[in-house]
């Protein structure tokens, strides 16, 4: 049974810093790419970072990119995902995702991966 168990999340002020962690268990990490996704209240869904299957590509979205980075531990199983100078437009639901793939390419299409967490909640205010 595959799990992804995101941990890291809290309240947070303007320009501090959290890491969010997600720990998969159930899957060969090697074989799938990892991304980070995030949900406001009343706003879809939205890519934020992906990390390719041997952690050597990533992708950011535009609104994270220079302030976030994606990072993997093969050994542990684990995607980190480290947020510098928070913004309260960064509050929201954050969730990790597994997509399996052959190549070494990553995804920012939601719907294309396989396995989801449970999502850790980021509040950042003024």
């Known amino acids: 049974q595959v799990q992804l168990v995101e941990s890291g999340g809290g309240l947070v002020h303007t320009g501090d810093s959290l890491r969010l962690s997600c720990a998969a268990s159930?899957?060969?990490?090697?074989?799938?790419?990892m991304g980070w996704f995030r949900q406001a209240p009343g706003k879809e869904q939205e890519f934020v970072a992906a990390?390719?299957?041997?952690?050597?590509?990533?992708d950011y979205a535009d609104s994270v990119k220079g302030r976030f980075t994606i990072s993997g531990d093969i050994v542990k199983s684990t995607v980190y995902l480290q947020m510098n100078s928070l913004k309260p437009e960064d509050t929201a639901v954050y969730y990790c995702?597994?997509?399996?793939?052959?190549?070494?390419?990553?995804?920012?299409?939601?719907?294309?991966?396989?396995?989801w967490g449970q999502g850790t909640q980021v509040t950042v205010s003024l």
């Open positions: 990390i390719n299957r041997i952690a050597d590509n990533t």
């Open positions: 995702a597994a997509q399996r793939r052959r190549d070494w390419s990553t995804s920012r299409v939601g719907t294309e991966y396989d396995y």
């Open positions: 159930g899957l060969t990490f090697s074989s799938y790419a």
